[in-house]
């Protein structure tokens, strides 16, 4: 029997000091104008560097990486309650070594890669020198994958690659960029693409703007556009054809830490929104003395926890098989569930600190376009939601000859008399004891 809810104190101390040094020296990083993935820039890197250094001092550095990586090999659990603490500052992902998308890249490489691939593009990855984009949606598709044209011809010992990419975020940045793009037209569905690593530098790879996420001051995602862009056989990442296997794997990983985060940017907003209950005056007494502020603060503490307890669970389970794609349906459904859980404590956060709250001030209003993000990026809610109907009904589907089972109450009484009989004939005749 082994179900326990407890940090280990070792560990816990490791969170505490996390906790602090995130509040302390990385949070306030966030409001300097300069932008963590940035890293030209010299002013964010005399900040971020001795921070990173104590990081690693710390034995913290990369948590989501096994040992020959570089990383703790702590493994889900330990990363899930991290992260509760590095989702809430903006920094900190980068200050922690575990910074989306370079994470999800990190690991395909680290997978699939080549030797000459890893050393070339998978350590100063590691190192954050440089920064990396996964390029996979386009303008005209992004949740149905069938959808995308960017093709890749062999031309001689190249591969040639045109097309336009929507949303590569942190493209402006980045040194390489990993391309999904199709080869085989004509293969099944799930065969029909491959993925390449291609230097930003790549004559005919143009940014044609970065676009913001609603209230970011700049861009940070890229529209791209690929024109003839010519790249080395040997930039081919994994096997031809296995774009689909590879990107579920990234993407699996991807989606339970944006859930950890969000854990972690919700436990911020109830903070918020329980300091300011408890002190703002109105005639009678505070906030916290009405009912219906009582509603919001419990309805919040509710969910958080619910939602916590199912990323802590899937990431227990994802130590238990190290295998994503067994826990599917839960990675699936928490991702469905993050956006409702967010948007919803991020709106009583905002009702609890009125006309503040809605103001440019506050970063609450974010936090609701960040909860419409969540049901987005990395694939929308609906497509989850099928996801884990699918999954969950496929037990029921793999019944051979699946027949519509007779469970009235009729019948499951007529049943338990065959199963205890009534010798004495006192229990009242089936149909009439239904009625
Ligand atoms: C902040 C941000 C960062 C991103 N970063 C990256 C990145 O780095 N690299 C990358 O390649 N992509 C990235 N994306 C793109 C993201 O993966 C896509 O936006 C997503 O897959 C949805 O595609 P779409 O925007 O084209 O929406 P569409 O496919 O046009 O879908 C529009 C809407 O239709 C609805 N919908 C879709 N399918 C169904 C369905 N089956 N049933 C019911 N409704 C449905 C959904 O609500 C969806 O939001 C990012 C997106 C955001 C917002």
Same mark, same amino acid.
């Given at each position: 029997?082994?179900?326990?809810?407890?940090?280990?104190?070792?560990?816990?101390?490791?969170?505490?000091?996390?906790?602090?040094?995130?509040?302390?020296?990385?949070?306030?990083?966030?409001?300097?104008?300069?932008?963590?993935?940035?890293?030209?820039?010299?002013?964010? &890197?005399?900040?971020?560097?001795?921070?990173?250094?104590?990081?690693?001092?710390?034995?913290?550095?990369?948590?989501?990486?096994?040992?020959?990586?570089?990383?703790?090999?702590?493994?889900?659990?330990?990363?899930?309650?991290?992260?509760? $603490?590095?989702?809430?500052?903006?920094?900190?992902?980068?200050?922690?070594?575990?910074?989306?998308?370079?994470?999800?890249?990190?690991?395909?490489?680290?997978?699939?890669?080549?030797?000459?691939?890893?050393?070339?593009?998978?350590?100063?990855?590691?190192? &954050?020198? $440089?920064?990396?984009? #996964?390029?996979?949606?386009?303008?005209?598709?992004?949740?149905?994958?069938?959808?995308?044209?960017?093709?890749?011809?062999?031309?001689?010992?190249?591969?040639?690659?045109?097309?336009?990419?929507?949303?590569?975020?942190?493209?402006?940045?980045?040194?390489?960029?990993?391309?999904?793009?199709?080869?085989?037209?004509? %293969?099944?569905?799930?065969?029909?693409?491959?993925?390449?690593?291609?230097?930003?530098?790549?004559?005919?790879?143009?940014?044609?703007?970065?676009?913001?996420? +609603?209230?970011?001051?700049?861009?940070?995602?890229?529209?791209?556009?690929?024109?003839?862009?010519?790249?080395?056989?040997?930039?081919?990442?994994?096997?031809?054809?296995?774009?689909?296997? $590879?990107?579920?794997?990234?993407?699996?990983?991807?989606?339970?830490?944006?859930? /950890?985060?969000?854990?972690?940017?919700?436990?911020?907003?109830?903070?918020?929104?329980?300091?300011?209950?408890?002190?703002?005056?109105?005639?009678?007494?505070?906030?916290?003395? @009405?009912?219906?502020?009582?509603?919001?603060?419990?309805?919040? @503490?509710?969910?958080?926890?619910? #939602?916590?307890? #199912?990323?802590?669970?899937?990431?227990?389970?994802?130590?238990? @098989?190290?295998? +994503?794609?067994?826990?599917?349906?839960?990675?699936?459904?928490?991702?469905?569930? /993050?956006?409702?859980?967010?948007?919803?404590?991020?709106?009583?956060?905002?009702?609890?600190?009125?006309?503040?709250?809605?103001? &440019?001030? /506050?970063?609450?209003?974010?936090?609701?376009?960040?909860?419409?993000?969540?049901?987005?990026?990395?694939?929308?809610?609906?497509?989850?939601?099928?996801?884990?109907?699918?999954?969950?009904?496929?037990?029921?589907?793999?019944?051979?000859?699946?027949? #519509?089972?007779?469970?009235?109450?009729?019948?499951?009484? %007529?049943?338990?008399?065959?199963?205890?009989?009534?010798?004495?004939?006192?229990?009242?005749?089936? %149909?009439?004891?239904?009625?």
């Amino acid at each position: 029997m082994a179900w326990d809810f407890e940090t280990d104190p070792e560990f816990q101390a490791k969170l505490d000091w996390m906790q602090s040094f995130v509040d302390e020296k990385v949070e306030p990083l966030g409001y300097l104008g300069i932008h963590p993935y940035d890293v030209k820039n010299e002013r964010r &890197n005399a900040l971020v560097q001795p921070l990173q250094d104590e990081v690693k001092r710390q034995g913290l550095w990369a948590c989501h990486l096994g040992p020959e990586l570089g990383g703790q090999g702590y493994g889900q659990v330990k990363l899930g309650l991290m992260n509760e $603490i590095i989702g809430g500052a903006s920094f900190a992902p980068i200050v922690f070594g575990c910074q989306a998308p370079d994470t999800g890249n990190a690991e395909i490489i680290a997978h699939y890669g080549t030797p000459e691939q890893k050393e070339q593009y998978l350590q100063p990855l590691l190192d &954050n020198r $440089i920064v990396s984009a #996964f390029s996979m949606t386009e303008p005209q598709g992004g949740s149905d994958p069938t959808a995308f044209v960017t093709r890749a011809e062999q031309d001689g010992n190249h591969w040639k690659i045109n097309g336009e990419k929507w949303f590569s975020t942190n493209g402006k940045w980045a040194e390489f960029l990993i391309v999904m793009a199709v080869t085989d037209p004509d %293969a099944p569905r799930h065969e029909r693409m491959s993925m390449f690593i291609v230097p930003i530098d790549t004559p005919g790879v143009e940014i044609v703007r970065n676009v913001g996420v +609603y209230g970011q001051p700049d861009g940070s995602e890229s529209y791209v556009r690929y024109t003839d862009v010519r790249v080395p056989a040997d930039h081919l990442l994994g096997e031809r054809g296995g774009a689909f296997a $590879i990107s579920q794997t990234r993407l699996g990983g991807g989606r339970v830490h944006h859930a /950890m985060r969000t854990v972690g940017n919700c436990k911020k907003l109830l903070d918020k929104m329980s300091r300011r209950a408890v002190s703002r005056t109105t005639r009678t007494g505070t906030l916290a003395d @009405y009912q219906g502020v009582q509603f919001d603060i419990a309805d919040s @503490y509710i969910e958080l926890e619910q #939602f916590k307890l #199912f990323v802590l669970k899937t990431a227990w389970t994802i130590d238990k @098989y190290q295998d +994503y794609r067994r826990v599917r349906k839960d990675i699936a459904a928490i991702k469905a569930l /993050m956006p409702t859980v967010y948007a919803n404590i991020a709106k009583r956060c905002i009702h609890i600190h009125g006309s503040l709250g809605v103001s &440019n001030e /506050m970063p609450f209003v974010g936090g609701l376009i960040g909860a419409m993000v969540m049901g987005i990026a990395d694939g929308p809610t609906e497509v989850h939601k099928v996801t884990v109907a699918k999954q969950h009904l496929k037990q029921y589907r793999d019944v051979k000859d699946p027949v #519509f089972p007779d469970y009235s109450l009729l019948n499951r009484r %007529a049943l338990a008399l065959e199963l205890y009989p009534d010798p004495i004939g006192d229990i009242q005749d089936a %149909a009439e004891a239904v009625a």
